[in-house]
């Protein structure tokens, strides 16, 4: 599920006529659907009201290889429960949004190469004597209402009740609140979380793998061959670690980008 088209950028001086490829360079701006409540991928930042974030940063080097220009980006809010349906309908090219790769959702949109790989894991309270999904017995784990992570503690804490809400930073507030005892998502995720309140700690084993891909309509094979080459180009010339390290530093040292595996 993490094998993507073989990478084979289209640069925009030969996108072909008629393409939805050559529609954007046309346009002039490249238009991404992100959130604003993820910290650490894409969040509204209060000192300056603008979105920032490892994912808003990688959409803005995809814009820098298709026009020469970071800036020449439009963000489109949009709910996780949504992104797939503004693909399909064409109101965003893009889709980058911490949106892990699955074979289901495969069958429905296209994905990049994994630019970022995730783990599950849990977040709870200090001291709440939580190391493990087995001491989730009989209690509550907060988790988001569309994500993959939802089937695997359902699977490996039978026994906990779901506290299933609409935005991780509903999981934040729960916490806080005590209505949950834990959390549960992608290790990244759950950073940016502990980020905001320092009586919340990362425990637990890594659970499932999560791999993030940048997403696009089913049928605009020439995007995600133009997006793989950008993540290449990353790889190779050291953007993907300057970014890890400003925006993702809190998961601590990196060995680097995952690889890239393509077929066909």
Not at 69 to 86: I, M, Q, Y
Not at 132 to 150: E, H, M, N, Q, Y
Not at 192 to 206: C, F, T, W, Y
Request: aromatic letters at 8%; hydrophobic letters at 40%.
């Amino acid at each position: 599920i993490s094998m993507t088209r073989l990478v084979e950028p289209s640069w925009p001086e030969t996108a072909r006529p008629g393409s939805a490829l050559a529609a954007i360079v046309a346009r002039g701006r490249l238009i991404v659907g992100t959130d604003q409540n993820t910290n650490l991928f894409s969040f509204r930042d209060p000192s300056t009201g603008t979105l920032s974030g490892f994912d808003v940063d990688l959409a803005r080097e995809i814009a820098r290889d298709l026009f020469g220009d970071p800036d020449k980006v439009e963000f489109r809010l949009l709910t996780s429960a949504g992104r797939f349906d503004a693909l399909e309908r064409n109101d965003v090219d893009l889709v980058v949004h911490a949106t892990s790769i699955t074979c289901e959702r495969a069958t429905r949109v296209g994905f990049s190469s994994v630019y970022f790989e995730a783990f599950q894991r849990l977040l709870v309270p200090e001291g709440s004597g939580i190391t493990s999904p087995a001491d989730l017995a009989g209690k509550r784990v907060c988790t988001f209402i569309d994500t993959t992570s939802l089937a695997t503690i359902q699977r490996v804490a039978p026994e906990a009740t779901i506290v299933a809400v609409p935005d991780w930073d509903d999981c934040l507030t729960t916490l806080q609140l005590g209505q949950a005892d834990a959390a549960t998502t992608d290790n990244s995720i759950l950073a940016g979380l502990a980020a905001q309140d320092p009586n919340l700690e990362i425990v637990g084993p890594n659970l499932e793998l999560e791999p993030y891909g940048v997403v696009a309509n089913k049928n605009n094979d020439a995007l995600v061959r133009f997006v793989n080459g950008t993540l290449e180009r990353m790889r190779e010339d050291g953007t993907w670690n300057r970014l890890y390290d400003r925006w993702l530093g809190l998961l601590g040292p990196t060995t680097g980008p995952p690889a890239p595996r393509y077929r066909d």
